[in-house]
């Protein structure tokens, strides 16, 4: 992902979708899978809308509608995928210290 921060405004977010995807679908709620899924829809309408301008001649937005004076993606997108990729490696750096603190126990408790 750190590659994102220096791409140059043309580039789209291609396969951040996928990575936020797969790293934080665990640690989310019923809920926020359906709001992450929901996010994840909305931006591939809109690299396939960009996709189909271009074919139209409508421009060359190619694979983002993120214009340079407005970079949406960059200022919306990211920072909201940084956030939650590090909220799910936090909390699945917690989960795995409880299930370790518990194993733990449990070894103590059967020495004794």
Known sequence: MLIYLGRPVGWTLVDLDLVVCVVAWSSLPRAGR??????????LVSHWAAL???GLGAGLPLL???PADRPWETWIVLPVAWALVLWA????SVDREVAD????????AIGR
């Open 34 to 43: 359906a709001l992450l899924l929901a996010g994840v829809l909305a931006l």
């Open 52 to 54: 189909v301008l271009t």
């Open 64 to 66: 983002t509608l993120q």
């Open 89 to 92: 490696a936090r909390r699945l």
């Open 101 to 108: 603190t518990g194993a733990a126990s449990r070894i103590i």
